[in-house]
């Protein structure tokens, strides 16, 4: 019966959930680029290229966390239920740490970071201030990361999910209060504020959990579970891939830049478009990465097998979907970015190459975390150091300067480099799924 079991509603019943809280992230994202871009236009750029080194800094670090996410929902599907909280204690202690030194290497960084890829003084100048400010946010965002992966372990993504949304409309208001005298930095001082309200309330959630003493929550006193040995094996790979994946595209709005201040002003505005939809993507490798962690720990492959394809091919089916979306609405979502005219129009005229990215670009990150949740932590890694590290910034620098594709060129690199990594990315499923992985070493609290 165990083969049989279909897991497209247990998939949807916490991808949905998830891809919302998801959205919550870039929308935070969205709404700066969109109030920054109606209010203050000009300081467009100097935003962009300050969120490029902090996007490095905070995906690197999340991935670091997702050992939370995997572990706490494995030490569930192996009856320690208890262990699930020890996971998020370590992990809220590894995120802790993980954002402090990130926000002091960008400190410490500083104007080089921008200085050192070739952007002129008079972009890299005005976008250091905002880079600084949106530092002090990375270890607040860390902090709710840590607790969003262990409720969606423990299947109650709802809780973060209400949280984020509440933080968005924080975020909104600090926008229009700052961005109209203060810029991109307002803007960047607006999501500091809202990650304060993040942080802190879904924390205070957590800890009052109706069933947290369950979950090892408030009481755990007797208590074992995955140690931080475990949760770096996880972690330390989802980071490297993470960081090479977001230090190329940060690489791409490096070339953008090289070219001129609209070229990045369209490319970040595409990227972020393309990041919304991505969250739907990230929902469903979330779920797939509860449920196969869960089948792993029960020692059931086949169950992890089934799970994970249906991930895959509803992931499939949604990014087609919106993609047909985005053509169609094409421009009125340029213009809803930006009240430059002519930056709307290209926009526009490019979304059918962002329709292009969304399947394949959505169907490597599901992949990716069943085979991480299948404990084959590092083969991952190697597939986006390949296609994201080695192909796609060279692809993007030819098309894009050496073609004089401008950000047409940036965009199909990001689709061919997408095409690779989830091809290879699916062989190696194809190829383990069904097997049975090694046990995870336990540690005691």
Same mark, same amino acid.
């Given at each position: 019966?165990?083969?049989?079991?279909?897991? !497209?509603?247990?998939?949807?019943?916490?991808?949905?959930?998830?891809?919302?809280?998801?959205?919550?992230? +870039?929308?935070?994202?969205?709404?700066?680029?969109?109030?920054?871009?109606?209010?203050?236009?000009?300081?467009?750029?100097?935003? /962009?290229?300050?969120?490029?080194?902090?996007?490095?800094?905070?995906?690197?670090?999340?991935? =670091?966390?997702?050992?939370?996410?995997?572990?706490?929902?494995?030490?569930?599907?192996?009856?320690?239920?208890?262990?699930?909280?020890?996971?998020?204690?370590?992990?809220?202690?590894?995120?802790?740490?993980?954002?402090?030194?990130? /926000?002091? =290497?960008?400190?410490?960084?500083?104007?080089?970071?921008?200085?050192?890829?070739?952007?002129?003084?008079?972009?890299?100048?005005? *976008?250091?201030?905002?880079?600084?400010?949106?530092?002090? %946010?990375?270890?607040?965002?860390?902090?709710?990361?840590?607790?969003?992966?262990?409720?969606?372990?423990?299947?109650?993504?709802?809780?973060?999910?209400?949280?984020?949304?509440?933080?968005?409309?924080?975020?909104?208001?600090?926008?229009?209060?700052?961005?109209?005298?203060?810029?991109? +930095?307002?803007?960047?001082?607006?999501?500091?504020?809202?990650?304060?309200?993040?942080?802190?309330?879904?924390?205070? $959630?957590?800890?009052?959990?109706?069933?947290?003493?369950?979950?090892?929550?408030?009481?755990?006193?007797?208590?074992?579970?995955?140690?931080?040995?475990?949760?770096?094996?996880?972690?330390?790979?989802?980071?490297? %891939?993470?960081?090479?994946?977001?230090?190329?595209?940060?690489?791409?709005?490096?070339?953008?830049?090289?070219?001129?201040?609209?070229?990045?002003?369209?490319?970040?505005?595409? =990227?972020?478009?393309?990041?919304?939809?991505?969250?739907? /993507? =990230?929902?469903?490798?979330?779920?797939?990465?509860?449920?196969?962690?869960?089948?792993?720990?029960?020692?059931?492959?086949?169950?992890?097998?089934?799970?994970?394809?249906?991930?895959?091919?509803?992931?499939?089916?949604?990014?087609? +979907?919106?993609?047909?979306?985005?053509?169609?609405?094409?421009?009125?979502?340029?213009?809803?970015?930006?009240? &430059?005219?002519?930056?709307?129009?290209?926009?526009? *005229?490019?979304?059918?190459? $962002?329709?292009?990215?969304?399947?394949? &670009?959505?169907?490597?990150? !599901?992949?990716?975390?069943?085979?991480?949740?299948? *404990?084959?932590?590092?083969?991952?890694?190697?597939?986006?150091?390949?296609?994201?590290?080695?192909?796609?910034?060279?692809?993007?620098?030819?098309?894009?300067?050496?073609?004089?594709?401008?950000?047409?060129?940036?965009?199909?690199?990001?689709?061919?480099?997408?095409?690779?990594?989830?091809?290879?990315?699916?062989?190696?499923?194809?190829?383990?799924?069904?097997?049975?992985?090694?046990?995870?070493?336990?540690?005691?609290?």
């Amino acid at each position: 019966m165990a083969a049989t079991r279909s897991f !497209v509603a247990p998939l949807l019943r916490i991808a949905g959930p998830v891809a919302l809280a998801r959205l919550g992230i +870039i929308g935070m994202a969205l709404v700066d680029v969109i109030v920054v871009g109606q209010l203050a236009p000009d300081e467009l750029p100097h935003q /962009a290229l300050g969120w490029a080194p902090t996007a490095v800094f905070l995906v690197a670090a999340i991935g =670091l966390l997702q050992g939370v996410q995997v572990l706490a929902a494995r030490s569930i599907g192996e009856g320690n239920k208890q262990g699930a909280g020890v996971v998020l204690r370590r992990g809220l202690i590894l995120a802790l740490v993980a954002g402090v030194l990130s /926000a002091a =290497l960008m400190w410490l960084g500083g104007e080089r970071l921008f200085t050192f890829f070739g952007i002129g003084e008079t972009l890299a100048g005005p *976008s250091t201030p905002v880079m600084l400010v949106l530092a002090f %946010s990375i270890p607040l965002h860390l902090l709710y990361i840590a607790g969003t992966y262990f409720l969606e372990a423990i299947k109650k993504p709802g809780v973060s999910t209400v949280v984020m949304w509440l933080a968005n409309a924080v975020n909104l208001g600090l926008n229009l209060l700052w961005v109209p005298e203060h810029g991109a +930095i307002g803007s960047a001082w607006a999501t500091v504020g809202a990650r304060v309200f993040l942080a802190g309330v879904l924390l205070i $959630c957590i800890y009052f959990l109706r069933d947290g003493v369950t979950f090892g929550v408030r009481k755990s006193k007797g208590a074992h579970g995955h140690g931080y040995g475990a949760l770096l094996a996880v972690g330390a790979a989802a980071a490297v %891939s993470q960081a090479v994946e977001a230090g190329a595209f940060s690489a791409m709005t490096v070339i953008a830049g090289r070219i001129s201040a609209d070229v990045v002003a369209a490319y970040q505005i595409l =990227l972020n478009l393309m990041a919304f939809v991505f969250m739907i /993507a =990230l929902g469903l490798a979330a779920a797939t990465a509860v449920l196969v962690s869960e089948a792993t720990g029960r020692q059931a492959p086949h169950d992890a097998a089934r799970a994970g394809w249906t991930g895959i091919w509803l992931n499939a089916i949604g990014m087609v +979907i919106a993609a047909v979306a985005i053509f169609v609405f094409a421009h009125p979502i340029g213009r809803a970015y930006t009240a &430059d005219a002519d930056l709307a129009a290209l926009i526009a *005229s490019l979304m059918w190459v $962002c329709a292009l990215v969304l399947t394949p &670009d959505g169907t490597q990150v !599901v992949t990716a975390s069943a085979l991480r949740a299948r *404990s084959d932590n590092w083969f991952p890694t190697f597939s986006h150091i390949l296609a994201y590290a080695v192909v796609m910034p060279v692809l993007g620098y030819w098309l894009a300067e050496h073609e004089d594709m401008g950000v047409a060129g940036l965009l199909f690199a990001i689709f061919w480099s997408s095409v690779l990594s989830a091809a290879v990315l699916l062989l190696r499923w194809w190829a383990i799924a069904g097997k049975q992985p090694k046990a995870a070493p336990l540690a005691a609290e």
